[in-house]
T-cell receptor
């Protein structure tokens, strides 16, 4: 079963705009991770935020975590056409790393 | 390191046949995951190994599925007999941490089609 649910399921923006994707989950977690998947490829890890952290940055990526609301957001600033991909949140709890359904992002040049 | 290596990349088989998917994790990683991805169900965790020992196989759909990790550098996922509903992309991932505390590195996946 899926632990995380991403919102929106699909997002289309122009190059240069910011993209925000949200993830909600149901149970207690150790950490939350974001991954990216290009069409036909495996997933690539982007960033990990621990349950005691509230915000984390990596380059053009900004992740927030609100454990009281059981939600996280991924912000990609100044998007590029190469950012077009599916983005997944994954929640880590115990031995399980469980993925949500993903957000399909399209960045138009 | 070449990353996580899966074989074959594509597999087409007839219903009822045995299918074996293979995975070579990144050297030194002690955690290995098998996932299945479909449009309908998304990414599902099938089984998790730590130090070659199956820790959680609650995601294995039924007895037709089995997974082994005879050593730290090799794992297999077997489906016998295969059914059309098993058609999916199967991913193997490895991690250098314990369980879910570290990032997972994914292979390119095996696209399985059962006709």
């Amino acid at each position: 079963s899926q632990q995380g649910e991403e919102d929106p399921q699909a997002l289309s923006i122009q190059e240069g705009e910011n993209a925000t994707m949200n993830c909600s989950y149901k149970t207690s977690i150790n950490n939350l991770q974001w991954y990216r998947q290009n069409s036909g490829r495996g997933l690539v890890h982007l960033i990990l935020i621990r349950s005691n952290e509230r915000e984390k940055h990596s380059g053009r990526l900004r992740v927030t975590l609100d454990t009281s609301k059981k939600s996280s957001s991924l912000l990609i600033t100044a998007s590029r056409a190469a950012d077009t991909a599916s983005y997944f949140c994954a929640t880590g709890a115990g031995n399980m790393l469980t993925f949500g359904g993903g957000t399909r992002l399209m960045v138009k040049p | 390191d070449a990353g996580v290596i899966q074989s074959p990349r594509h597999e087409v088989t007839e219903m009822g046949q045995e299918v074996t998917l293979r995975c070579k994790p990144i050297s030194g990683h002690n955690s290995l995951f098998w996932y299945r991805q479909t449009m309908m169900r998304g990414l599902e965790l099938l089984i998790y190994f730590n130090n070659n020992v199956p820790i959680d196989d609650s995601g294995m759909p039924e007895d037709r599925f089995s997974a082994k990790m005879p050593n730290a550098s090799f794992s297999t996922l077997k489906i016998q007999p295969s059914e059309p509903r098993d058609s999916a992309v199967y991913f193997c991932a490895s991690s250098g941490g314990t369980g879910t505390w570290a990032e997972a590195f994914f292979g390119q996946g095996t696209r399985l089609t059962v006709v």
